[in-house]
């Protein structure tokens, strides 16, 4: 399914961001830009349930995140 794929690709994003040769900024924008994308995929679909938690969960998380950092 295409978007637990584009879950998948944020959690990579996420655990990325706090590793070496990596722009810490960058990948919290990417991880919460591909989770925006995966929560509007499309009108007609609908996102199973636990998969649209761990969508809900993980932008609450991001934007704590970038609260934090003050962005």
Request: charged share 25%.
């Amino acid at each position: 399914m295409y978007p637990i794929g584009q879950h998948e690709l944020a959690a990579i994003a996420w655990v990325q961001k706090d590793q070496l040769g990596f722009d810490h900024k960058a990948k919290v924008l990417e991880c919460e830009q591909l989770l925006e994308k995966t929560k509007n995929y499309g009108q007609d679909y609908l996102l199973d349930a636990r998969v649209s938690i761990k969508i809900q969960t993980g932008l609450i998380t991001v934007r704590r995140h970038k609260k934090i950092m003050g962005w």
